[in-house]
Protein backbone atom coordinates (compact mmCIF):
# COMPACT_ATOMS: atom_id res chain seq x y z
CA UNK A 1 0.00 0.00 0.00
CA UNK A 2 0.98 3.36 -1.04
CA UNK A 3 2.19 5.70 2.11
CA UNK A 4 2.72 9.56 2.30
CA UNK A 5 6.21 10.85 3.37
CA UNK A 6 6.88 14.36 4.52
CA UNK A 7 10.46 15.64 2.07
CA UNK A 8 13.84 14.65 3.51
CA UNK A 9 15.88 17.10 3.85
CA UNK A 10 18.70 17.16 2.35
CA UNK A 11 20.68 18.42 5.18
CA UNK A 12 20.23 15.50 6.69
CA UNK A 13 20.26 13.00 4.13
CA UNK A 14 18.43 9.95 4.41
CA UNK A 15 21.24 7.22 3.30
CA UNK A 16 23.87 9.15 4.93
CA UNK A 17 25.49 10.77 2.33
CA UNK A 18 27.81 14.00 2.70
CA UNK A 19 25.89 17.19 2.99
CA UNK A 20 28.27 18.76 0.88
CA UNK A 21 28.51 18.21 -3.30
CA UNK A 22 31.47 15.95 -3.96
CA UNK A 23 31.55 15.30 -7.01
CA UNK A 24 33.28 17.30 -9.88
CA UNK A 25 31.87 18.40 -12.87
CA UNK A 26 33.74 16.79 -16.29
CA UNK A 27 33.08 18.21 -19.50
CA UNK A 28 34.49 15.29 -20.86
CA UNK A 29 35.76 17.45 -23.99
CA UNK A 30 39.65 16.26 -24.18
CA UNK A 31 40.64 15.19 -26.34
CA UNK A 32 37.97 14.65 -28.95
CA UNK A 33 37.52 12.76 -32.17
CA UNK A 34 37.79 15.19 -35.41
CA UNK A 35 34.26 14.96 -37.16
CA UNK A 36 35.26 17.53 -39.82
CA UNK A 37 34.64 16.26 -43.59
CA UNK A 38 33.22 12.70 -42.28
CA UNK A 39 30.10 10.96 -42.99
CA UNK A 40 28.40 10.17 -39.91
CA UNK A 41 25.40 8.13 -39.02
CA UNK A 42 23.57 8.12 -36.12
CA UNK A 43 20.90 5.13 -34.59
CA UNK A 44 17.81 6.11 -32.97
CA UNK A 45 19.14 9.60 -33.81
CA UNK A 46 15.50 11.40 -32.95
CA UNK A 47 15.92 10.46 -29.35
CA UNK A 48 17.68 13.09 -26.87
CA UNK A 49 20.75 12.09 -27.30
CA UNK A 50 20.66 12.07 -31.00
CA UNK A 51 19.18 15.35 -31.02
CA UNK A 52 21.82 16.91 -28.70
CA UNK A 53 24.46 14.74 -30.70
CA UNK A 54 23.15 16.42 -33.70
CA UNK A 55 23.18 20.38 -32.44
CA UNK A 56 26.62 19.49 -30.90
CA UNK A 57 27.79 18.66 -34.79
CA UNK A 58 25.87 21.62 -36.17
CA UNK A 59 27.66 23.77 -33.78
CA UNK A 60 31.36 22.75 -33.29
CA UNK A 61 32.15 20.60 -37.03
CA UNK A 62 31.52 20.60 -40.80
CA UNK A 63 31.09 16.93 -41.59
CA UNK A 64 30.48 15.88 -44.80
CA UNK A 65 26.96 13.91 -44.09
CA UNK A 66 25.06 13.28 -40.94
CA UNK A 67 22.25 10.71 -41.60
CA UNK A 68 19.41 10.27 -38.71
CA UNK A 69 18.57 6.90 -39.12
CA UNK A 70 15.36 6.01 -37.36
CA UNK A 71 12.66 3.73 -37.77
CA UNK A 72 9.84 6.68 -37.01
CA UNK A 73 8.63 8.94 -39.75
CA UNK A 74 6.38 11.42 -37.10
CA UNK A 75 9.62 12.06 -35.21
CA UNK A 76 11.68 12.84 -38.28
CA UNK A 77 9.37 15.16 -39.53
CA UNK A 78 9.30 17.21 -36.02
CA UNK A 79 12.92 16.92 -35.62
CA UNK A 80 13.24 18.22 -39.60
CA UNK A 81 11.52 21.18 -38.22
CA UNK A 82 14.21 22.30 -36.04
CA UNK A 83 17.31 20.36 -38.05
CA UNK A 84 16.51 21.17 -41.62
CA UNK A 85 17.76 19.98 -44.85
CA UNK A 86 17.22 22.90 -46.52
CA UNK A 87 19.27 25.28 -43.71
CA UNK A 88 21.79 22.47 -43.00
CA UNK A 89 22.54 20.51 -46.70
CA UNK A 90 24.67 17.63 -45.21
CA UNK A 91 22.25 16.51 -42.96
CA UNK A 92 19.99 13.41 -44.16
CA UNK A 93 16.95 11.60 -42.69
CA UNK A 94 17.01 8.11 -43.42
CA UNK A 95 14.13 5.24 -42.58
CA UNK A 96 15.10 2.22 -41.36
CA UNK A 97 15.09 -0.36 -38.47
CA UNK A 98 18.04 -1.91 -36.79
CA UNK A 99 16.14 -4.93 -37.21
CA UNK A 100 16.75 -4.85 -40.82
CA UNK A 101 20.80 -5.31 -41.68
CA UNK A 102 19.52 -4.94 -45.48
CA UNK A 103 18.92 -1.37 -44.90
CA UNK A 104 21.24 -1.02 -42.39
CA UNK A 105 24.38 -2.09 -44.80
CA UNK A 106 22.52 -0.10 -47.77
CA UNK A 107 22.46 3.31 -45.28
CA UNK A 108 26.11 2.70 -44.19
CA UNK A 109 27.49 2.68 -47.45
CA UNK A 110 30.48 6.08 -47.36
CA UNK A 111 29.96 6.19 -43.56
CA UNK A 112 32.90 6.85 -41.78
CA UNK A 113 31.18 6.89 -37.96
CA UNK A 114 28.71 4.95 -36.81
CA UNK A 115 26.63 6.12 -33.18
CA UNK A 116 24.55 3.13 -32.36
CA UNK A 117 21.99 4.89 -30.04
CA UNK A 118 18.93 3.10 -31.11
CA UNK A 119 17.58 0.70 -28.85
CA UNK A 120 14.03 -0.12 -26.73
CA UNK A 121 15.15 2.00 -23.46
CA UNK A 122 11.87 1.42 -20.78
CA UNK A 123 12.57 -1.12 -17.84
CA UNK A 124 8.81 -1.81 -17.85
CA UNK A 125 8.09 -2.07 -20.86
CA UNK A 126 10.62 -4.58 -21.98
CA UNK A 127 9.67 -6.36 -19.01
CA UNK A 128 6.36 -7.04 -21.08
CA UNK A 129 7.62 -7.21 -24.34
CA UNK A 130 10.48 -9.40 -23.69
CA UNK A 131 10.80 -10.71 -27.92
CA UNK A 132 10.56 -7.14 -29.12
CA UNK A 133 13.31 -6.12 -26.91
CA UNK A 134 15.78 -8.84 -27.91
CA UNK A 135 14.86 -8.31 -31.68
CA UNK A 136 15.73 -4.32 -31.19
CA UNK A 137 18.71 -4.40 -28.27
CA UNK A 138 20.37 -7.72 -29.25
CA UNK A 139 19.26 -8.82 -33.00
CA UNK A 140 19.54 -5.20 -33.82
CA UNK A 141 23.23 -5.14 -32.34
CA UNK A 142 24.12 -7.78 -34.40
CA UNK A 143 22.47 -6.49 -37.57
CA UNK A 144 25.32 -2.99 -36.83
CA UNK A 145 28.09 -5.39 -36.12
CA UNK A 146 27.80 -7.14 -39.24
CA UNK A 147 26.14 -3.81 -41.39
CA UNK A 148 29.51 -2.08 -40.59
CA UNK A 149 31.96 -4.33 -41.38
CA UNK A 150 30.43 -5.28 -44.45
CA UNK A 151 29.80 -1.26 -44.97
CA UNK A 152 33.93 -0.61 -44.77
CA UNK A 153 32.77 1.56 -41.94
CA UNK A 154 35.92 3.36 -39.78
CA UNK A 155 34.44 3.42 -36.14
CA UNK A 156 31.25 2.41 -34.77
CA UNK A 157 30.95 3.47 -31.02
CA UNK A 158 27.51 1.96 -29.09
CA UNK A 159 25.72 3.68 -26.40
CA UNK A 160 24.98 1.36 -23.42
CA UNK A 161 23.66 2.21 -20.08
CA UNK A 162 24.37 0.92 -16.21
CA UNK A 163 21.22 -1.12 -15.95
CA UNK A 164 23.83 -3.69 -18.48
CA UNK A 165 26.18 -3.83 -15.33
CA UNK A 166 24.65 -7.13 -12.84
CA UNK A 167 21.60 -7.01 -14.71
CA UNK A 168 18.58 -8.04 -13.27
CA UNK A 169 15.60 -6.68 -16.18
CA UNK A 170 15.59 -7.83 -19.62
CA UNK A 171 16.20 -4.50 -20.89
CA UNK A 172 19.99 -4.56 -18.94
CA UNK A 173 20.75 -7.98 -20.52
CA UNK A 174 20.04 -7.16 -23.75
CA UNK A 175 22.25 -4.24 -23.80
CA UNK A 176 24.59 -6.64 -21.69
CA UNK A 177 24.79 -8.85 -24.79
CA UNK A 178 24.98 -6.13 -26.87
CA UNK A 179 27.89 -4.60 -25.20
CA UNK A 180 29.39 -7.91 -25.61
CA UNK A 181 29.19 -8.52 -28.91
CA UNK A 182 30.03 -4.87 -29.81
CA UNK A 183 33.39 -5.62 -27.36
CA UNK A 184 33.67 -9.09 -29.58
CA UNK A 185 33.25 -7.45 -33.14
CA UNK A 186 36.27 -5.16 -33.05
CA UNK A 187 38.26 -8.97 -32.97
CA UNK A 188 35.88 -9.99 -35.68
CA UNK A 189 36.54 -6.78 -37.89
CA UNK A 190 40.18 -7.83 -38.47
CA UNK A 191 42.93 -5.57 -38.16
CA UNK A 192 41.56 -3.08 -41.48
CA UNK A 193 38.05 -3.18 -40.42
CA UNK A 194 36.08 -1.51 -38.22
CA UNK A 195 36.79 0.27 -34.97
CA UNK A 196 34.23 -0.95 -32.51
CA UNK A 197 33.78 0.85 -28.96
CA UNK A 198 30.91 1.07 -26.23
CA UNK A 199 30.06 3.58 -23.76
CA UNK A 200 28.15 3.49 -20.58
CA UNK A 201 26.84 5.87 -18.66
CA UNK A 202 23.77 6.52 -16.01
CA UNK A 203 20.88 8.44 -16.33
CA UNK A 204 20.38 11.27 -18.76
CA UNK A 205 19.27 14.65 -16.40
CA UNK A 206 16.92 15.97 -19.69
CA UNK A 207 16.21 12.46 -21.41
CA UNK A 208 12.59 11.70 -21.95
CA UNK A 209 12.07 9.02 -19.24
CA UNK A 210 14.10 10.89 -16.75
CA UNK A 211 12.70 11.55 -13.19
CA UNK A 212 14.24 15.11 -13.54
CA UNK A 213 11.66 15.94 -16.25
CA UNK A 214 9.05 13.87 -14.88
CA UNK A 215 9.19 15.48 -11.66
CA UNK A 216 9.28 19.07 -13.03
CA UNK A 217 6.13 18.12 -15.16
CA UNK A 218 4.49 17.04 -12.10
CA UNK A 219 5.18 20.64 -10.11
CA UNK A 220 4.24 22.59 -13.26
CA UNK A 221 1.13 20.85 -13.19
CA UNK A 222 0.47 21.66 -9.65
CA UNK A 223 0.48 17.85 -8.50
CA UNK A 224 0.77 17.56 -4.30
CA UNK A 225 2.99 15.13 -3.98
CA UNK A 226 5.76 13.54 -6.10
CA UNK A 227 5.83 9.53 -6.14
CA UNK A 228 9.17 8.39 -4.69
CA UNK A 229 9.83 4.51 -5.42
CA UNK A 230 11.64 3.34 -2.78
CA UNK A 231 13.22 6.03 -0.45
CA UNK A 232 16.73 4.61 -0.73
CA UNK A 233 16.99 4.38 -4.29
CA UNK A 234 20.18 6.05 -5.97
CA UNK A 235 21.27 6.08 -9.16
CA UNK A 236 24.13 8.01 -11.50
CA UNK A 237 23.77 11.52 -13.34
CA UNK A 238 24.86 13.05 -16.77
CA UNK A 239 23.59 15.90 -18.61
CA UNK A 240 23.01 15.12 -22.76
CA UNK A 241 26.25 17.47 -23.11
CA UNK A 242 28.46 15.47 -21.03
CA UNK A 243 26.85 12.35 -22.46
CA UNK A 244 27.99 13.70 -25.94
CA UNK A 245 31.37 14.84 -25.41
CA UNK A 246 31.86 11.77 -23.47
CA UNK A 247 31.46 9.76 -26.37
CA UNK A 248 33.47 11.80 -28.46
CA UNK A 249 36.55 11.91 -26.12
CA UNK A 250 35.73 8.05 -26.17
CA UNK A 251 36.06 7.54 -29.57
CA UNK A 252 39.58 9.94 -29.88
CA UNK A 253 41.52 7.40 -27.78
CA UNK A 254 39.15 3.87 -28.53
CA UNK A 255 41.98 1.05 -29.44
CA UNK A 256 39.22 -0.81 -30.05
CA UNK A 257 36.53 -3.28 -27.76
CA UNK A 258 36.81 -1.28 -24.77
CA UNK A 259 33.74 -0.30 -22.90
CA UNK A 260 34.04 3.36 -21.39
CA UNK A 261 32.94 4.13 -18.15
CA UNK A 262 32.25 8.35 -16.88
CA UNK A 263 33.09 9.29 -13.51
CA UNK A 264 30.08 11.00 -12.77
CA UNK A 265 28.00 11.50 -10.03
CA UNK A 266 25.63 10.02 -7.75
CA UNK A 267 22.08 11.06 -6.17
CA UNK A 268 19.37 9.68 -4.22
CA UNK A 269 15.87 10.05 -5.93
CA UNK A 270 14.53 11.62 -2.68
CA UNK A 271 17.07 14.19 -2.64
CA UNK A 272 16.26 14.71 -6.03
CA UNK A 273 13.06 15.43 -5.26
CA UNK A 274 13.59 17.56 -2.11
CA UNK A 275 15.45 19.69 -4.46
CA UNK A 276 12.90 20.22 -7.62
CA UNK A 277 9.90 20.42 -5.47
CA UNK A 278 11.23 21.18 -1.68
CA UNK A 279 7.61 21.82 0.15
CA UNK A 280 5.87 18.87 -1.64
CA UNK A 281 5.46 15.43 0.41
CA UNK A 282 6.78 12.36 -1.01
CA UNK A 283 4.57 9.15 -1.83
CA UNK A 284 6.74 6.15 -1.85
CA UNK A 285 4.85 3.51 -4.89
CA UNK A 286 6.87 0.32 -4.31
CA UNK A 287 9.72 -0.79 -6.63
CA UNK A 288 8.39 -1.53 -10.05
CA UNK A 289 9.23 -4.50 -12.12
CA UNK A 290 13.25 -4.71 -12.73
CA UNK A 291 14.19 -2.24 -10.83
CA UNK A 292 17.24 -1.88 -8.84
CA UNK A 293 18.02 0.03 -5.25
CA UNK A 294 21.26 0.97 -6.92
CA UNK A 295 23.12 1.19 -10.06
CA UNK A 296 26.31 -0.32 -11.24
CA UNK A 297 28.65 0.80 -13.85
CA UNK A 298 31.50 -1.39 -13.10
CA UNK A 299 31.19 -4.58 -11.41
CA UNK A 300 33.77 -6.04 -9.23
CA UNK A 301 33.89 -9.30 -11.61
CA UNK A 302 35.34 -6.69 -13.93
CA UNK A 303 38.06 -5.08 -11.93
CA UNK A 304 40.77 -7.61 -13.21
CA UNK A 305 40.15 -5.64 -16.99
CA UNK A 306 39.35 -2.25 -15.94
CA UNK A 307 41.28 0.48 -15.78
CA UNK A 308 41.84 4.14 -14.58
CA UNK A 309 42.18 7.59 -16.25
CA UNK A 310 41.73 11.01 -14.51
CA UNK A 311 38.39 10.90 -15.48
CA UNK A 312 36.89 7.55 -16.67
CA UNK A 313 37.46 4.14 -16.72
CA UNK A 314 38.22 1.42 -19.50
CA UNK A 315 36.80 -2.12 -19.32
CA UNK A 316 38.75 -3.85 -21.97
CA UNK A 317 38.46 -7.14 -23.54
CA UNK A 318 39.54 -9.75 -21.11
CA UNK A 319 41.27 -11.76 -24.00
CA UNK A 320 43.40 -8.25 -24.93
CA UNK A 321 46.78 -7.48 -23.05
CA UNK A 322 48.54 -5.27 -26.00
CA UNK A 323 45.86 -2.49 -25.27
CA UNK A 324 46.19 -2.68 -21.52
CA UNK A 325 50.07 -2.33 -21.75
CA UNK A 326 49.10 0.53 -24.50
CA UNK A 327 47.35 2.33 -21.78
CA UNK A 328 49.36 1.31 -19.07
CA UNK A 329 51.96 2.98 -20.95
CA UNK A 330 49.76 6.79 -21.49
CA UNK A 331 49.69 7.11 -17.69
CA UNK A 332 46.34 4.56 -17.13
CA UNK A 333 46.48 2.86 -13.77
CA UNK A 334 45.29 -0.62 -12.76
CA UNK A 335 42.09 -0.27 -10.42
CA UNK A 336 42.36 -2.89 -7.09
CA UNK A 337 41.11 -6.10 -7.34
CA UNK A 338 38.02 -5.59 -4.99
CA UNK A 339 36.93 -2.60 -6.87
CA UNK A 340 33.76 -1.85 -8.17
CA UNK A 341 31.50 1.54 -9.16
CA UNK A 342 28.22 1.82 -8.01
CA UNK A 343 25.94 4.45 -7.38
CA UNK A 344 25.35 3.77 -3.57
CA UNK A 345 29.05 3.85 -2.65
CA UNK A 346 30.24 6.71 -5.44
CA UNK A 347 33.02 8.89 -3.90
CA UNK A 348 31.15 11.58 -6.00
CA UNK A 349 27.86 12.98 -4.67
CA UNK A 350 25.48 15.58 -5.75
CA UNK A 351 23.77 17.42 -3.43
CA UNK A 352 21.17 20.59 -3.37
CA UNK A 353 23.63 23.26 -5.96
CA UNK A 354 24.82 20.44 -7.71
CA UNK A 355 21.70 18.96 -9.05
CA UNK A 356 20.35 22.56 -9.70
CA UNK A 357 24.07 23.01 -11.57
CA UNK A 358 23.36 19.91 -13.81
CA UNK A 359 19.56 21.18 -13.87
CA UNK A 360 20.58 24.59 -15.36
CA UNK A 361 23.09 23.14 -17.84
CA UNK A 362 20.31 21.15 -19.04
CA UNK A 363 16.97 23.21 -19.30
CA UNK A 364 18.96 26.59 -20.29
CA UNK A 365 19.42 25.39 -23.57
CA UNK A 366 15.75 24.23 -24.16
Same mark, same amino acid.
Given at each position: ?23 ? !? ?46 ? /????? /? ?42 ? !? ?21 ? @? ?8 ? !? ?14 ? =? ?26 ? @?????? @?????? @? ?7 ? %????? /? ?39 ? %? ?36 ? !? ?7 ? =? ?15 ? /? ?8 ? =? =? ?25
Amino acid at each position: MSTNIAPAKIATNNIGFPVESTFV !HREFNDPRIDLNGKTIMITGGTGSFGKQFVQTIIDEFKPAKLIIFSRD /ELKQY /EMAQTFSPTDIPYIRYFIGDVRDENRLTQAMRGVDIVIHAAALK !HVTIAEYNPFECIKTNVIGAENV @VRAAISADVG !HVCALSTDKAANPINL =YGASKLAADKIFSAAHAMSGQSGPTFSV @VRYGNV @VGSRGS @VAPFFRKLV %AEGAT /ELPITDPRMTRFWITLNQAVNFVLSSMEISKGGEIFVPKIP %AMSTVDMAQTIAPDLPHKIIGIRPGEKLHETMVPIDDA !HSTLELSDR =YVILPSHDSWRKQAYLD /EGAKKVADDF =Y =YASDSNPEMLDAKGLQMLLDETYSKK
